[in-house]
């Protein structure tokens, strides 16, 4: 694709005529070589940007033409290949080693704006009460609109102690102003506490350089605390939007004990690749719970699926997000920025693939309780909802909402009731390490 674009770039060097690549075949050729549609392609878009610099009303910035171009054609496969500048670029490589500037939220686009996957913890965002499936329509009072997500991006970062005002759109309100201070992100991507004396509970709110890392120490801890064999653990995964496959992979071996872990499947069968485990598993033979919502996505989705396959952890929650995409970041070079692109679909080890379908919990649980009417009136969004999504190939739909198995009583004051129920079933022993599975 790179010497495509070039190719373009040359036929505006040599000025606004179009440049004849057709003339080299014949009609019947053109009909049947693909090559010979892309060259015809390249020229027509040649011709239009020469015909813009030339008399569109004010002068054409013709370097941002040209990435706007870059980035539509990417973000036409799917919503989540698209072209980082230099600039871009550095930011993603701060971002995954676990340290930056900014507001602290995973995000994607959707009709022009951009649309809340999972606010991290302990951000300006999640104290601010930003939600996932939240629209960001302007910051500072401009819309956003017309914006790629990076450029979007951008502007959400800046300076420690500055403020940076955003429209929020949420369904089934009014849109309404928020005011965030800017953070240095240090997100500490795991956390741990104690439940009850002895029952684990670790909290991976993203998968970043130090994931693994600060896992080992959250085990460490917990096997101090109950002398190295809690009664249960807890895994949440909650609101957690994904990152570094290698980290996601890395953790569920910590739990489990050789065996695959996940498997990718790029364009041809030769590009297949599994990932297993180690042997030796941590916790051995203690039961344990995942938690996951509809925030949960992609690395988590593979952590939770591959628990879930492998009978180690029952899944507790509601559908998981459904990114069942793998993307490759591939530098440029010469400070050409690098190329986000899609490069395969993963594969739970029972074979599934969740891309547009989401992990279903083995024990549905909401956190808030929801009457038949409300019922009927939400829609929960998903990687399906998102302008071109890959389908499922297997032809499959996500589940319509349906009344879950379980939901906070009546009178609840507001505590995590998933969480609660996680613990009462580690307790009561309703859940064993031969995790349970729903029927059917």
């Known amino acids: 694709m790179r010497s495509l674009l070039t190719g373009a770039a040359l036929g505006v060097v040599l000025g606004g005529a179009a440049v004849g690549f057709s003339a080299f075949a014949s009609p019947e050729d053109k009909a049947e070589d693909p090559r010979m549609v892309t060259y015809q392609q390249l020229d027509l878009f040649a011709e239009i940007l020469a015909r813009a610099r030339q008399d569109y009303v004010t002068e054409v910035d013709e370097r941002a033409a040209m990435k706007a171009a870059i980035n539509g054609m990417l973000t ?33 686009m959707e009709d022009g704006f951009v649309k809340v996957i999972s606010p991290m913890d302990d951000t300006p965002a999640s104290r601010a009460g930003i939600e996932p499936g939240d629209l960001i329509t302007a910051i500072n009072g401009k ?30 309100e009014d849109p309404f102003d928020v005011t965030l201070t800017r953070e240095v992100i240090q997100q500490k991507s795991v956390t741990w506490k104690m439940q009850e004396s002895d029952i684990g509970y670790i909290r991976i709110s993203t998968f970043n350089e130090r994931t693994t890392l600060l896992l080992e120490e959250a085990i460490e801890g917990i096997a101090q605390e109950t002398g190295s064999r809690p009664r249960g653990l807890i895994v949440d995964l909650r609101n957690n939007g994904g990152g570094l496959l290698d ?51 992609s690395a988590s989705e593979i952590v939770a699926g591959a628990l879930q396959d492998r009978h180690r952890a029952t899944v507790v929650g509601t ?3 459904g990114k ?20 395969a679909r993963y594969y739970t080890p029972a074979g599934r693939s969740i891309q547009a379908l989401g992990i279903d919990p083995d024990i549905e649980i909401t956190q808030s309780r929801l009457s038949e009417e409300e019922l009927a009136r939400i829609k929960r969004w998903s990687e399906a909802d998102l302008p071109h999504a890959l389908a499922n190939e297997d032809g499959e739909k996500r589940e319509d909402i349906s009344m879950p198995d379980e939901q906070p009583p009546e009178d609840w004051d507001g505590e995590d009731f998933q969480l609660k129920r996680a613990v009462e079933m580690l307790k009561e022993g309703t859940v064993t390490a031969s995790a349970m599975r729903r029927a059917g």
């Open 76 to 108: 036409s496969l799917d919503p989540h290949s698209s072209y980082l500048d230099p600039d871009d670029f550095r930011s993603m490589q701060v971002q995954t080693s676990g340290e930056y500037g900014g507001l602290g939220i995973e995000v994607t």
């Open 143 to 172: 819309p956003i609109i017309g914006q790629t997500l990076n450029e979007a991006v951008k502007e959400m970062r800046g300076e420690k102690g500055t403020d940076i005002d955003v429209t929020i759109l949420r369904e089934g």
């Open 247 to 297: 980290q996601a992979v890395s953790v569920s071996d910590m739990f489990l004990s050789g065996g695959e872990v996940v498997s990718t499947q790029g364009r041809r069968i030769s590009d297949m690749e599994r990932y297993n485990a180690h042997s030796g598993e941590v916790f051995k033979g203690i039961p344990m719970i995942v938690l996951i919502n509809g925030g949960s996505a």
């Open 319 to 321: 559908t998981s997000f």
């Open 324 to 343: 069942g995409s793998v993307q490759t970041v591939i530098p440029l070079g010469a400070d050409r920025g690098a190329v986000r692109l899609t490069t």
